[in-house]
């Protein structure tokens, strides 16, 4: 089992930064791959960002492209997502996600089998 705890979600002004992290524990970090996914109100769930379990590889929705930046400390065991240039669009609870170790950073939520509680990010226009 693969616990997943999200923190920095908060009230920004669109154009502003937020940075979320997500400390992992169960498993040795490394193990899996791990993403972000996030859900508007009203709207499904969909993919923000991802990255591989050895940090080489990194995808991300072109919604979010050249704003967000995930990376790994693996001597924190801590995944942080960096998002700048915040736009109203981009609120929502945002969700740290893990799944099975891969070459390549999958874009599919469906993939991601263990999903933490979710920090609220709201953009104010």
């Known amino acids: 089992q693969v616990q997943l705890v999200e923190s920095g979600g908060g009230l920004v002004q669109a154009g502003g930064s937020l940075r979320l992290s997500c400390a992992v524990s169960?498993?040795?970090?490394?193990?899996?791959?791990m993403g972000w996914s996030r859900q508007a109100p009203g709207k499904e769930r969909e993919f923000v960002g991802g990255i591989t379990w050895s940090g080489a590889r990194t995808s991300y929705a072109e919604s979010v492209k050249g704003r967000f930046t995930i990376s790994s400390d693996y001597a924190k065991k801590t995944m942080y997502l960096q998002m700048n240039s915040l736009k109203p669009e981009d609120t929502g609870v945002y969700y740290c996600i893990a799944g099975p170790a891969n070459a390549v950073a999958v874009t599919s939520t469906r993939e991601y089998e263990y999903w933490g509680q979710g920090t609220q990010v709201t953009v104010s226009s």
């Open positions: 169960g498993r040795p970090f490394g193990s899996n791959n």
